[in-house]
């Protein structure tokens, strides 16, 4: 499977760094390609599993300023007519330039399939930036770091339905298709998103012995593991597809599926942190606890590593026909997960028996809630309402007299939701109030097992 990657963007924004990372050493020399031009490198991308072509439009610092624009345009043209997607990178830093939007305007008019990327957003400092970008009608940007290394598993799980889509047109040997120029800006952007239709990808993850092997194995049935893992994302991780009672489900695990007889401090250790990075690539993670010794500290460093990352959590304690007091236990848990993560507050807690396979079916359901949940886009003008609503009932503080106007919200995206409210002196609202915003979110629009994100953004 094989497509063509070009990354474009005004200079100094990011694409040769974004380019070495997505090659790595696989670089190819540029004299060495047949048909490739001084000024577009080219290269072996590798993201995950997904293997592609990636050309670089950088090297347009080099041109004297009065040609720019003009050789940034036929550049720009060229890379993209040789590509089956466009990666246009923002520096969110900066946010939208004059050079940008003449970009913006290219691609629009000429690339099949383009993908926002606001670079340079790693902690918080391209937030602002990054909403900005909304504003190129390209759809939702993607917030990246290509020097950290960060979004990287978002821009894979973009691709990965087009590196599909590409394939399929190549088995089907369809004649070449016209570019298809639309003028509905921002219909393109849109539709080769990651769909629910899409195996819904989960990573089981918790300490050795938690009984995860035995759960996957559980889903999956005898007969389909036989067909073998797949070499997954990762070098250590595996991916199987399969059936989840009648959901198509991807399931990300990592030493769980392999044949056992490792048992040393060592491979415990490492097992974790490949869960770890499982995470990153799951759309829903299932924290699974061992029912006879929960919420350890291993647990809870699981747990909250998925609630950071932005992963919908479900929460299963698994060996539940070992309990004898089962609703003593359950009221224990739930104590527990309350006290020891707050942050998860609603999401769901779950009892399961991988053994007996007691309990999948609440585990099936919870996992499709939280999916749902983690992809849910409440309305502007609801979130308006509600808004006034909660601002009435307990109005932001006034330090040094000067008030706080929380004026106007949207939310910018999804998976997980992410809201950004309009308001002055945003730099004095204090965190309880940004807590009591996040919270009412959650109970007045039902929005259990999923981070919530909520920033604040200066409108003077
Ligand atoms: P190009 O001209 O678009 O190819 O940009 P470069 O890849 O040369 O990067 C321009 C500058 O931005 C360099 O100093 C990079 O180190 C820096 N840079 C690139 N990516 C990031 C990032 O993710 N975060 C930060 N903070 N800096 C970055
Ligand atoms: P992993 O290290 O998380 O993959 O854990 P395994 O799946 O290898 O399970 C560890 C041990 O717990 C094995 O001996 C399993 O048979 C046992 N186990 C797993 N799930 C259950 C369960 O639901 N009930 C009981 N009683 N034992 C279980």
Redesign the pocket.
Known sequence: MSFTLAIVGRPNVGKSTLFNRLVGKRLALVDDQPGVTRDLREGQGRLGDLRFIVVDSAGLELVDDDSLQGRMRRLTERAVDEADVCLFVIDARVGVTAADEYFAEILRKRSKHVILAANKAEGRAGEAGAMEAWSLGLGEPLRISAEHGEGMDDLYRILVPLAEEFEAQNIQQAPETDVAVSDDDESNAEDWRPSIHKPLQVAVI??????????INKIIGEDRLLTGPEAGITRDSISVTTEFMGTPVRIFDT??MRK?ARVTDKVEKL?VADGLRAVRFAEVVVV?LDVGIPFEQQDLRIADFAETEGRAVVVAA?????EEEKPQKLNELREAFERLLPQLKGAPLVT?????GKGLDRLHNAILKAHEVWNRRVPTARLNQWLGAMTEAHPPPAPGGRRIRLRYMTQVKTRPPAFVVMATHTDKIPDSYQRYLINGLRVDFDMPGTPIRLTFRDQG
């Open positions: 918790g300490r050795p012995n938690a009984g995860k092997s035995t759960l030493a769980g056992k097992s699974l698994n060996k539940w026909d070992l399961v028996s991988a053994r007996t």
